[in-house]
């Protein structure tokens, strides 16, 4: 049995998963309930706008920043912009290093038939405050190894010292959507 079997979803069960815990689960998705990455990252992308949506409603917090990796977080990100964009956001993606793969070509394509904001340039951190009222972090998901190379170190600034709200995400988050 895999890292799903046998476990109840209940507020007080409910407890982030490491990274090698995560990579479980992933496998667990693939071969014992057999998703296919799109399904997956479709549900994770709709699962991280809800929750954005939830805690930081477009009412108040507007404009939206996705900065998005070139591995499938980035890719959750790019489902996720659509969705924020549907729920009302002005929604605008960086997506600095992009892995030529159709998965990730066709979501960057919805994207822009959507209306989100491909931003190819980002402003100094400290100035995204001009232009943003939430950031969310798509950058890396548990194939990350640190340290972040220097191609994707400007991205990670932007998320870091921008003193804007930044909503993260994991696995975790969709586990929560599909159990509720
Ligand atoms: N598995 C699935 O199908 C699903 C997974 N889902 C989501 O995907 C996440 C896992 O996705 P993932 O395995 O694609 O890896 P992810 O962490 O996004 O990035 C890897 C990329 O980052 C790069 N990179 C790494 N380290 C680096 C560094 N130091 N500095 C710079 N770059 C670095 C690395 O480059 P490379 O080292 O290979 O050249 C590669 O390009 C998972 O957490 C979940 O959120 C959902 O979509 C559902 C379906």
Known sequence: GGIMTGKQCSSSSIRYLNQ??????DQDLFNEY??????????AGLSVAMAVAKVYPPSLYKSSLIV????????????????MKLFGYKVA?????????????????????????????????????????????ALFGFSF????????????DALLDSGLPV???SKVIYLLFCCT
């Open 93 to 137: 993606v960086h997506y600095p290093k992009r892995t030529p793969r159709p998965l990730y070509e066709n979501l960057l394509h919805q994207c822009k038939n959507f209306g989100v904001d491909i931003v190819e340039q980002l402003p100094h951190p400290k100035d995204l405050i001009n232009d943003y009222n939430i950031l969310v972090d």
């Open 68 to 83: 998005c990796g070139p591995g499938n977080n980035g890719g959750d990100g790019l489902v996720a912009a659509r969705h």
């Open 167 to 169: 909503c993260r995400y």
């Open 34 to 43: 057999k998703f296919s990455v799109d399904q997956l990252m479709e549900l």
């Open 145 to 156: 190894k640190p340290p972040v190379r220097d191609e994707l170190k400007p991205a990670l």
């Open 20 to 25: 090698s815990e995560a990579v479980a689960l």
